[in-house]
């Protein structure tokens, strides 16, 4: 059961962008902090692929077919996760999930939003 709320998805031409949210209706600050937040694509019959992740020092990690035009950051005031998606091609389509990881390794995901890239 999807715990975390994402949002943001839709349809954009090439070359658009777009902004996905996710949030924790439930975590607390100090919780949120401390967690890993990550973003995965999963496109039909494959499995999710990691796009790019947060930790709490700060690190961020990217796919390399993202890099340069994806950003990932957190709002600890919000507690809400994005990902800027920017120069968005047609092999970006897939849903685009969130996951949390907390300090002792219990996972939580979204139920998905769908990015589509096309004229």
């Known amino acids: 059961q999807a715990q975390l709320v994402e949002s943001g998805g839709g349809l954009v031409q090439p070359g658009g962008s777009l902004r996905l949210s996710c949030q924790d209706p439930?975590?607390?600050?100090?919780?949120?902090?401390?967690?890993?937040w990550a973003w995965y694509l999963q496109t039909p019959g494959n499995e999710r692929e990691l796009v790019a992740e947060?930790?709490?020092?700060?690190?961020?990690t990217y796919a390399d077919s993202v890099k340069g035009r994806f950003t990932i950051s957190r709002d600890n005031a919000k507690k809400r996760v994005y990902l800027q998606m920017n120069s968005l091609k047609p092999e970006d389509t897939a849903v685009y999930y969130c996951?949390?990881?907390?300090?002792?390794?219990?996972?939580?995901w979204g139920q998905g939003t769908q990015v589509t890239v096309s004229s």
């Open positions: 996951k949390s990881t907390d300090s002792r390794g219990t996972v939580r």
């Open positions: 439930r975590i607390i600050s100090s919780v949120f902090w401390g967690n890993i």
């Open positions: 947060s930790t709490p020092s700060g690190t961020t």
